[in-house]
């Protein structure tokens, strides 16, 4: 059994802990409904976790809950959970050794980020940046020549895994940090850069959200704070402090929902431990990595606005997508965050670029969509969607040491929530 059959297998399997709290997630379904007005209004009034749109239909994450709330509308849908499934077994997989394979789980990232620094004295070194609310660190890897000091140096930082669900993401970055490491000596480019830049790698932001993800649920998209319904989880991605709870369409104020803000802007240690370490460097750039639909975005997110570097951003993201696009042929789309993909409040991006004003950019990492993997990247891919990845990182790295920061936009005010909800589209939660 591969790790995208016992991650659907996951999804569908009863938790039964007693007294822990633990929600239970038996006949979830992966369900589709037809694409029409009076669905898509249902989906963006119910945030429903919507995962992508094929041939007309759209296909959502059901729980028995999300289904009885679905027929009492009167909308008819068809069970879909099957047509997920893997066509077969990977003969030769890790499992064996790991839970999920070429995949880190907490753990096993923590020991690799430590490898690095123990195999790289003077290159590496690991910073815990903040805990999570179980209590699970909060890992920051630098590579940087004379890595023990604060040289004042342009700073680039890529972030992982602020969604659970999305594991590839923290492959990414980690795998960064690595090849930096690892090609220092070898390639004067890299050696220009890691002496030129202090480059940070934060692959996992949710550690609790991840390992949940891994131990019980595939599925799992927040964080682990228990809300006061009885409910868990924090959309860390939309409890930033810009443009938090701006409207209801790009975050909701609704625990059950998986784009529930929380009670305030960072009132989860994950984002209030990035918050204080992004704030303590000299970051020029930020990627924040995500999953699913081969996208690179820049702000704004919480409204389809352009914001003062927009131009700069254009010019950016076209030659990062260029370079993506030559390793493996993949297409990666561009373009504004709010208008691209959907609206967002409260996320990264948007925060980091009001607050510094560096580029702040989002990559949604492949499948383009739901049928190509979606959440469920293949082992096998990790090297792939790296590999593409790779020239566009190293481009932002010099990018970085180029333009200088210019910080906030002048007058940039943090608006309140005043505007109406707005419809999102039916596009995939991610």
């Known amino acids: 059994m591969n790790i995208n059959q016992i991650a659907l297998a996951t999804a569908l399997i009863l938790?039964?802990?007693?007294?822990?709290?633990?929600?239970?997630?038996?006949?979830t379904e992966i369900i589709s409904l037809p694409k029409t007005a009076a669905v898509l209004e249902a989906a963006a009034r119910l945030h429903l976790d919507l995962l992508s749109e094929r041939d007309g239909r759209i296909f959502v994450v059901a729980?028995?809950?999300?289904?009885?709330?679905?027929?009492?509308?009167?909308?008819?849908?068809?069970?879909?959970?099957?047509?997920?499934?893997?066509?077969?077994?990977e003969a030769d997989s890790p499992l064996l050794s790991s839970p999920i394979g070429d995949y880190h789980t907490h753990q096993e990232l923590e020991d690799d980020l430590y490898a690095l620094e123990a195999g790289y004295p003077g290159l590496a070194k690991v910073v815990t940046i903040g805990y999570s609310l179980e209590n699970r660190t909060?890992?920051?890897?630098?590579?940087?020549?004379?890595?023990?000091?604060?040289?004042?140096?342009?700073?680039?930082?890529?972030?992982?895994?602020?969604?659970?669900?999305?594991?590839?993401?923290?492959?990414?970055?980690?795998?960064?940090?690595?090849?930096?490491?690892?090609?220092?000596?070898?390639?004067?480019?890299?050696?220009?850069?890691?002496?030129?830049a202090e480059i940070w790698v934060v692959p996992m932001v949710n550690p609790d959200g991840h390992d949940f993800s891994v131990r019980v649920y595939r599925y799992w998209r927040k964080n682990r704070r228990q809300n006061s319904n009885g409910t868990f989880g924090v959309d860390p991605n939309r409890n930033y402090g810009f443009a938090w709870g701006f409207d209801n369409t790009g975050s909701s104020p609704n625990p059950n929902s998986d784009v529930y803000r929380g009670t305030a802007a960072f009132s989860e240690p994950e984002t209030a431990a990035v918050r204080d370490f992004v704030l303590s460097r000299n970051f020029g750039s930020m990627v924040s990595y995500h999953s699913f639909s081969q996208l690179i975005?820049?702000?704004?997110?919480?409204?389809?606005?352009?914001?003062?570097?927009?131009?700069?951003?254009?010019?950016?993201?076209?030659?990062?997508?260029?370079?993506?696009?030559?390793?493996?042929?993949?297409?990666?789309?561009?373009?504004?965050?709010?208008?691209?993909?959907?609206?967002?409040?409260?996320?990264?991006?948007?925060?980091?670029?009001?607050e510094t004003g560096m580029a702040s950019l989002c990559i949604e990492l492949p499948p383009l969509e739901t049928y190509q993997g979606a959440f469920f990247n293949a082992e096998a891919d990790i090297a792939g969607i790296f590999a593409e990845n790779l020239p566009a990182m190293l481009y932002l790295?010099?990018?970085?040491?180029?333009?200088?920061?210019?910080?906030?936009?002048?007058?940039?005010?943090?608006?309140?929530?005043l505007r109406p909800e707005r419809k999102r589209g039916p596009g995939p939660i991610r």
């Open 15 to 27: 938790l039964t802990v007693p007294g822990s709290g633990v929600q239970s997630f038996d006949k």
């Open 63 to 89: 729980p028995p809950d999300i289904r009885r709330i679905i027929e009492a509308e009167g909308l008819a849908y068809l069970l879909e959970t099957e047509r997920f499934a893997p066509a077969a077994a």
């Open 138 to 196: 909060i890992l920051a890897l630098k590579v940087s020549d004379n890595v023990e000091a604060d040289e004042g140096e342009p700073g680039a930082i890529f972030l992982g895994c602020h969604h659970a669900r999305e594991w590839i993401s923290v492959e990414v970055p980690f795998l960064f940090g690595k090849h930096l490491l690892e090609h220092y000596t070898s390639d004067p480019e890299v050696r220009r850069l890691v002496d030129s």
């Open 297 to 354: 975005m820049y702000p704004w997110a919480y409204a389809d606005i352009a914001s003062a570097r927009e131009a700069e951003f254009i010019d950016l993201t076209a030659r990062m997508a260029e370079l993506m696009a030559a390793v493996n042929g993949r297409v990666y789309g561009t373009g504004r965050s709010g208008e691209t993909l959907y609206v967002v409040n409260g996320d990264t991006g948007d925060w980091a670029y009001a």
């Open 397 to 417: 790295v010099d990018w970085t040491l180029t333009h200088p920061n210019p910080g906030p936009e002048p007058g940039l005010v943090n608006p309140r929530p």
